[in-house]
């Protein structure tokens, strides 16, 4: 049955409640020691971003000593402790005179940088607020506490233009998270345009993002609006923005600054009405010391930053998520077995919420045959899933067994027909329409339309 957001109802895997909570103790770093002796700076406990402390004026505490690195470490309240990072900083950090990569506070610690020295003190309790209770925000689902820390903040960032940094591993779903802001937010009517910067050449990434005019360079035979002037009005999603190569990233920088893009070849200016929001897989911080990234550009960038935890650090997003993936593929509401569930919670998901995603696809259309999968997916469960698979898969799996095909060709020929038939039920039921095809399938549209071309194309060739 379909909510009236186009999605399928979630099935209930565990029940959230709203509950009253302390958020915690705000620590107080007091410089004691350095060219900023005196001043305090206070670490808000309730906000689940990082902390960065250093010279540059990207960081929230700003330090003036010359031996302090631009960024130096960063801090964040982890479970009424304060972790911190050093972020490779040329001098090191250290915590009571012993030099430290990373460690937790409790406080009364003196953090030693440079010619610099912190001490960690601990404030009273902050007051007691409601603990937020949603288990989505958008189309990003999660009710783990550390995701359901990050929906207020994304609720405000919504509703406003500034530029986003999102970082986290790869298939942790920042594509889902960008689509989610701008749908959320005031532009949502307008286009969300993708631009990927491992996607393209570096020799086109300036062409692509900005056009082209006719006979630019060789082979340009018509004018191409780039990803700039298709996100007029909208959003412009730049993925993987720590890839950007170094020197375009200066013209990056003055089109995100002036809204304003001059096609490759071309002499007239043209103004856009563009919200950025970018997104890595790297650590920034250290790009920007190694000199592989601009601090000018992240400072432009991470006018607010978004860190989307790995899956392994999502208590209970493994059921909710993994039961979600189930009934989008087809399979009968509460049939995924309980010890399955139990070994996918215990393991770790380096590929993260993509992964979970492929291991649901993969038990649906195999059954038990997914278990010899060496890669990822079943993870010890052994209980009776391959009574779930999708109506009419039988035959297809029946068909490729018959082939007596290696194990990696008869997943690759199985999942393909899923991933065909489940396609077609999407745009069938939605008229075509692969907007609304690809919101329902809870992937984003360009993920939909590239399974969509990949599918279509494999259909003409055989």
Not at 142 to 160: F, T, V
Request: glycine share 12%; aromatic share 6%; charged share 25%.
């Amino acid at each position: 049955m379909a909510s009236d957001d186009g999605y399928a109802d979630q099935p209930t895997v565990s029940r959230i409640t709203r509950t009253a909570l302390p958020v915690g103790r705000p620590f107080v770093l007091s410089v004691v020691e350095g060219p900023d002796q005196g001043r305090q700076f206070a670490i808000d406990a309730s906000l689940p971003t990082r902390t960065l402390v250093g010279k540059s004026q990207v960081c929230q505490i700003q330090l003036t000593d010359p031996s302090v690195s631009r960024r130096h470490f960063a801090v964040e309240v982890v479970d009424h402790r304060l972790r911190l990072r050093d972020l490779g900083s040329t001098n090191g950090t250290a915590v009571n005179g012993i030099a430290v990569v990373e460690g937790y506070l409790t406080g009364g610690e003196q953090v030693h940088i440079g010619g610099t020295t912190l001490r960690i003190d601990v404030g009273a309790p902050q007051h007691l607020q409601q603990e937020p209770s949603a288990t989505r925000f958008g189309t990003t689902v999660g009710g783990s506490r550390a995701m359901r820390r990050l929906y207020p903040l994304c609720e405000r960032l919504a509703q406003s233009n500034v530029p986003v940094v999102i970082e986290g591993e790869t298939g942790v779903g920042k594509e889902q998270l960008a689509e989610s802001l701008h749908q959320q937010g005031t532009r949502g009517q307008g286009p969300f345009v993708v631009f990927d910067c491992t996607a393209v050449a570096p020799s086109l990434i300036e062409s692509e993002l900005f056009g082209h005019e006719q006979g630019a360079f060789t082979g340009s035979t018509t004018t191409h609006r780039g990803v700039f002037e298709q996100a007029h009005g909208g959003t412009l999603f730049i993925d993987e923005i720590g890839d950007m190569p170094l020197e375009l990233q200066p013209k990056l920088l003055r089109a995100i600054e002036r809204l304003e893009v001059k096609r490759v070849g071309g002499t007239q200016s043209f103004r856009v009405d563009v919200r950025v929001i970018a997104a890595t897989r790297r650590d920034l911080d250290r790009e920007v010391q190694l000199g592989r990234f601009r601090d000018d550009l992240f400072h432009r960038l991470a006018v607010a930053r978004l860190e989307l935890p790995p899956l392994r650090e999502r208590k209970g997003d493994v059921a909710l998520l993994a039961a979600q993936f189930w009934t989008e593929f087809g399979g009968a509401p509460g049939a995924l077995p309980e010890s399955l569930l139990r070994s996918w919670d215990d393991y770790g998901w380096p590929g993260n919420v993509r992964e979970l995603r492929n291991a649901v696809a993969r038990r649906l259309a195999l059954g038990d045959l997914s278990e010899l999968n060496p890669t990822a997916g079943d993870y010890g469960g052994s209980s009776g899933g391959g009574t779930h698979a999708v109506a009419g898969s039988g035959d297809t799996i029946n068909a490729v067994l018959a082939l007596d095909l290696p194990l990696p060709d008869t997943r690759q020929r199985v999942m393909g027909e899923l991933e065909r038939r489940y396609v077609q039920r999407m745009l069938e039921a939605h008229d075509g329409n692969v907007t609304r095809a690809a919101a329902s399938s809870g992937i984003t549209r360009r993920q939909f339309q590239r399974l969509k071309s990949r599918l279509i194309s494999d259909d003409d060739d055989s």
